[in-house]
Protein backbone atom coordinates (compact mmCIF):
# COMPACT_ATOMS: atom_id res chain seq x y z
CA UNK A 1 0.00 0.00 0.00
CA UNK A 2 1.18 3.34 -0.97
CA UNK A 3 1.15 6.50 0.91
CA UNK A 4 -1.19 7.89 -0.97
CA UNK A 5 -3.79 4.98 -0.44
CA UNK A 6 -2.42 4.66 3.17
CA UNK A 7 -3.89 8.65 3.53
CA UNK A 8 -6.82 7.68 1.94
CA UNK A 9 -7.42 5.07 3.83
CA UNK A 10 -6.85 7.08 7.18
CA UNK A 11 -8.95 9.97 5.45
CA UNK A 12 -11.66 7.85 5.05
CA UNK A 13 -11.78 6.20 8.59
CA UNK A 14 -11.64 9.64 9.99
CA UNK A 15 -14.41 10.56 8.13
CA UNK A 16 -15.73 7.89 9.22
CA UNK A 17 -15.50 8.54 12.80
CA UNK A 18 -16.35 12.18 12.34
CA UNK A 19 -19.77 11.38 10.81
CA UNK A 20 -19.99 8.81 13.73
CA UNK A 21 -19.32 11.31 15.99
CA UNK A 22 -21.68 13.69 14.35
CA UNK A 23 -24.33 10.93 14.31
CA UNK A 24 -24.31 10.02 18.12
CA UNK A 25 -24.20 14.04 18.71
CA UNK A 26 -27.45 14.66 16.86
CA UNK A 27 -28.73 10.87 18.23
CA UNK A 28 -28.04 12.33 22.05
CA UNK A 29 -29.57 16.06 20.86
CA UNK A 30 -32.75 13.56 19.68
CA UNK A 31 -33.13 11.89 22.89
CA UNK A 32 -32.76 15.05 25.05
CA UNK A 33 -35.14 16.14 22.89
CA UNK A 34 -37.30 13.89 23.76
CA UNK A 35 -36.78 13.07 27.25
CA UNK A 36 -36.40 17.11 27.81
CA UNK A 37 -40.15 16.70 26.22
CA UNK A 38 -41.33 13.67 28.33
CA UNK A 39 -39.50 15.39 31.37
CA UNK A 40 -41.17 18.73 30.81
CA UNK A 41 -44.42 17.46 30.26
CA UNK A 42 -43.83 15.12 33.93
CA UNK A 43 -42.94 18.09 35.60
CA UNK A 44 -45.88 20.02 34.36
CA UNK A 45 -48.09 17.18 35.75
CA UNK A 46 -46.25 17.12 39.06
CA UNK A 47 -46.25 20.83 39.45
CA UNK A 48 -50.08 20.61 38.83
CA UNK A 49 -50.72 17.83 41.14
CA UNK A 50 -48.68 19.55 44.02
CA UNK A 51 -50.58 22.71 43.06
CA UNK A 52 -53.96 21.35 43.55
CA UNK A 53 -52.65 19.25 46.99
CA UNK A 54 -51.38 22.48 48.16
CA UNK A 55 -54.30 24.44 46.86
CA UNK A 56 -57.08 22.05 48.95
CA UNK A 57 -54.51 22.40 52.35
CA UNK A 58 -54.87 26.02 52.00
CA UNK A 59 -57.79 25.90 51.21
CA UNK A 60 -58.51 23.87 54.70
CA UNK A 61 -56.54 25.85 56.75
CA UNK A 62 -58.78 29.41 54.98
CA UNK A 63 -61.96 27.54 56.36
CA UNK A 64 -60.39 26.46 60.39
CA UNK A 65 -58.91 29.89 60.74
CA UNK A 66 -62.73 31.90 59.15
CA UNK A 67 -64.52 29.34 61.46
CA UNK A 68 -62.24 30.15 64.75
CA UNK A 69 -62.76 33.42 63.81
CA UNK A 70 -66.12 33.73 63.64
CA UNK A 71 -66.24 31.56 66.77
CA UNK A 72 -64.32 33.88 68.94
CA UNK A 73 -66.44 37.01 66.92
CA UNK A 74 -69.15 35.34 68.74
CA UNK A 75 -67.78 34.99 72.11
CA UNK A 76 -66.69 38.56 71.89
CA UNK A 77 -70.01 40.13 70.75
CA UNK A 78 -71.76 38.05 73.61
CA UNK A 79 -69.33 39.71 76.17
CA UNK A 80 -69.62 42.71 75.37
CA UNK A 81 -73.46 42.65 75.31
CA UNK A 82 -73.44 40.93 78.76
CA UNK A 83 -70.44 43.61 79.87
CA UNK A 84 -72.88 46.85 78.61
CA UNK A 85 -76.39 45.06 80.17
CA UNK A 86 -74.59 45.11 83.62
CA UNK A 87 -72.68 48.59 83.04
CA UNK A 88 -76.40 49.86 82.28
CA UNK A 89 -77.85 48.00 85.21
CA UNK A 90 -75.32 49.48 87.19
CA UNK A 91 -75.49 53.32 86.10
CA UNK A 92 -79.48 52.60 86.41
CA UNK A 93 -79.16 51.82 89.87
CA UNK A 94 -76.36 54.70 90.81
CA UNK A 95 -78.95 57.19 89.15
CA UNK A 96 -81.65 55.76 91.33
CA UNK A 97 -79.77 56.00 94.32
CA UNK A 98 -78.81 59.44 94.01
CA UNK A 99 -82.59 60.13 93.49
CA UNK A 100 -82.35 61.20 89.71
CA UNK A 101 -85.34 60.76 87.74
CA UNK A 102 -85.25 58.39 84.52
CA UNK A 103 -86.17 59.87 81.13
CA UNK A 104 -89.69 57.88 81.15
CA UNK A 105 -90.05 59.49 84.46
CA UNK A 106 -89.48 62.77 83.49
CA UNK A 107 -91.55 62.35 80.29
CA UNK A 108 -94.65 60.77 82.01
CA UNK A 109 -94.24 63.72 85.06
CA UNK A 110 -94.63 66.07 81.85
CA UNK A 111 -97.24 64.59 80.25
CA UNK A 112 -99.15 65.31 83.33
CA UNK A 113 -98.30 68.61 83.45
CA UNK A 114 -99.20 69.46 79.76
CA UNK A 115 -102.68 67.41 80.87
CA UNK A 116 -102.98 69.58 83.66
CA UNK A 117 -102.20 72.60 81.82
CA UNK A 118 -104.87 71.60 79.15
CA UNK A 119 -107.29 71.18 81.96
CA UNK A 120 -106.69 74.36 83.34
CA UNK A 121 -107.29 76.18 79.91
CA UNK A 122 -110.83 74.71 79.10
CA UNK A 123 -111.62 75.49 82.96
CA UNK A 124 -110.14 78.80 82.59
CA UNK A 125 -112.39 79.26 78.84
CA UNK A 126 -115.53 77.98 80.56
CA UNK A 127 -115.26 80.68 83.31
CA UNK A 128 -114.43 83.62 81.19
CA UNK A 129 -116.80 82.78 78.80
CA UNK A 130 -119.63 82.43 81.46
CA UNK A 131 -118.73 85.75 82.73
CA UNK A 132 -117.68 83.85 86.34
CA UNK A 133 -116.23 85.29 89.59
CA UNK A 134 -112.78 83.98 89.19
CA UNK A 135 -111.51 85.48 85.43
CA UNK A 136 -108.32 87.10 85.57
CA UNK A 137 -107.81 87.22 89.66
CA UNK A 138 -104.58 85.51 91.02
CA UNK A 139 -104.32 82.28 92.58
CA UNK A 140 -102.06 81.57 96.18
CA UNK A 141 -98.70 81.87 94.22
CA UNK A 142 -99.92 85.29 93.35
CA UNK A 143 -99.18 84.65 90.01
CA UNK A 144 -102.19 85.11 86.99
CA UNK A 145 -104.78 82.51 86.56
CA UNK A 146 -104.65 83.73 82.10
CA UNK A 147 -101.56 81.82 80.75
CA UNK A 148 -98.80 84.49 79.26
CA UNK A 149 -97.95 83.82 75.80
Known sequence: MTDKEKKSKEEHEW???????????????????EEGSKLFRTLVDRGSEFEKKRKDQIDEMWEQVNSRYKDVESRVGEKFDKAEERMEKNIKSMVSGLGIPTRNEVDELSNKVDALIAKLEKLEKKESGSGGKGAGKTGKSGASDKKSS
Open 15 to 33: NKKAKEIWLAGLGALSAVE
